[in-house]
């Protein structure tokens, strides 16, 4: 099958013959270690992505690989526990097609989380960051090659691509809870490896706040479709050079784990108010 409006609609149909043709209000993509707050989804439908037509397969430790469907403060909320990276081999386009599948079963609200390293040496791991902007510097785009209008159009304004209405209203909700969130810019890594000491450097003379390996084409694929999209980040580690000590994965879900109930906290009011 060539046509991706045929796979894209023939995964959506297949999710809700699964789930059901009751509207989804949120679609929320869950990154390494911040997995746990799908738990408190209600009366969930569980899909593995391995059952879903054209689906790729999530293959990053702290990543579950399904989707759970169900409700989240009175509303009823999509969420992918564990997310598609370009380092795992797929190309942009694959990274997105939850995306775009989303759409296609007609959610326009779209929160998108990750674990990131924190190139801000004025705050600390554990901290939570509102992402207002992204910097990409990866030549590969999700958008790159046939555009199909159903989906956008093939030139595209990015100025809001994370709402920021949204991101008033995330402000509001975690003064209110006594959260520190801060807010910063988001720069896109390939990876797998984790950034050099003078790649961060280079983060840091841009004016990027965190580093991470996700969530940009997302959004780009997002801002095509004309959803609204809020990003959080919850920065795991000091980025490479900040500390005299070496980067590993575990750290990161050491550190999602941590703040997880904080974390929860804030999303699940966002929710109730989105």
């Known amino acids: 099958m060539d046509n991706l409006l045929e796979k894209l609609d023939l995964a959506a149909s297949y999710i809700k013959r699964k789930a059901g043709d009751k509207k989804i209000d949120i679609a929320m993509v869950l990154g390494s270690g911040l997995g746990d707050l799908a738990n408190e989804i209600t009366n969930p439908v569980i899909i593995d992505y391995c059952d ?147 790649e961060v450097k280079l983060s840091r003379l841009l004016g990027a706040d965190a580093v991470g390996m996700s969530t940009v084409p997302e959004a780009i694929s997002a801002a095509h479709m004309g959803m609204k999209t809020l990003g959080i980040s919850c920065l795991t580690n000091m980025a490479a050079g900040i500390l005299d000590q070496p980067l590993n994965h575990e750290e990161v879900l050491e550190t999602g784990q941590k703040v997880r109930v904080e974390f929860s906290s804030l999303v699940k009011e966002i929710v109730k108010q989105w």
């Open 52 to 198: 879903i037509p054209s689906f790729p397969a999530s293959t990053v430790p702290g990543h579950a690989g399904r989707l759970m469907i169900g409700e989240l403060q009175n509303k009823r909320v999509l969420c992918m526990q564990g997310r598609f990276h370009f380092y795992e081999g797929y190309n942009m386009d694959v990274v997105v097609f939850p995306i775009q599948v989303m759409r296609r079963l007609g959610i326009e609200n779209l929160l998108l989380t990750n674990a990131a390293g924190c190139v801000n040496e004025n705050w600390k791991p554990g901290n939570l960051m509102l992402i207002k902007d992204h910097i990409k510097l990866i030549a590969d785009s999700p958008l790159r090659g046939k555009n199909y209008e159903e989906l956008g159009p093939r030139f595209f304004d990015m100025s809001n691509a994370y709402d920021k209405e949204l991101g008033l209203l995330a402000k509001k909700i975690a003064k209110k809870q006594n959260i520190d969130l801060k807010e910063g810019v988001y720069q896109l890594f390939s990876g797998p490896s984790f950034e050099t000491p003078t």
